[in-house]
């Protein structure tokens, strides 16, 4: 097998995924872009691990760390999606700039001590 085949279709995977990444506003597509780059470095870990042919297969066991980050950043993304989502009632990019509830505005919010009154008072 050509080490050439695997390479330019991970090279392409990974390019959809940083233009996904750029260009789309949904978090959804955003973090399924990230999982694709992320699968396209898993297929250059298995190319080469096979092209080198290592006895102790760290390609493979690479992949195998990689598949389960890459879920548990999942996980944790779609968490905070859905969080987001309940919160604003978008899961837009650019409308996900501030922290904060969006029913407040920095005039009607409390600063300081006076935010600390409020919570010991509740």
């Not at 298995?46 to 760290?58: E, G, K, N």
């Not at 999606?81 to 904060?100: P, W, Y």
Request: charged share 15%; proline share 2%.
């Amino acid at each position: 097998m050509h080490l050439a085949y695997p390479a330019v279709l991970a090279v392409l995977l990974f390019s959809v995924g940083v233009y996904g990444v750029l260009a789309r506003r949904n978090v959804i597509l955003v973090l399924m872009s990230v999982e694709l780059m992320l699968n396209a470095v898993n297929l250059n870990l298995v190319a080469f691990d096979v092209w080198l042919r290592d006895s102790l297969h760290a390609g493979q066991a690479l992949t195998l760390f990689t598949i389960t980050i890459a879920a548990a950043e999942i996980g944790l993304g779609l968490a905070i999606v859905l969080l987001l989502f309940r919160a604003r009632g978008t899961a837009d990019v650019d409308r996900a700039t501030e922290l904060g509830d969006p029913a407040e505005t920095a005039e009607e919010a409390p600063t300081g001590a006076e935010a600390l009154k409020g919570q010991a008072a509740a």
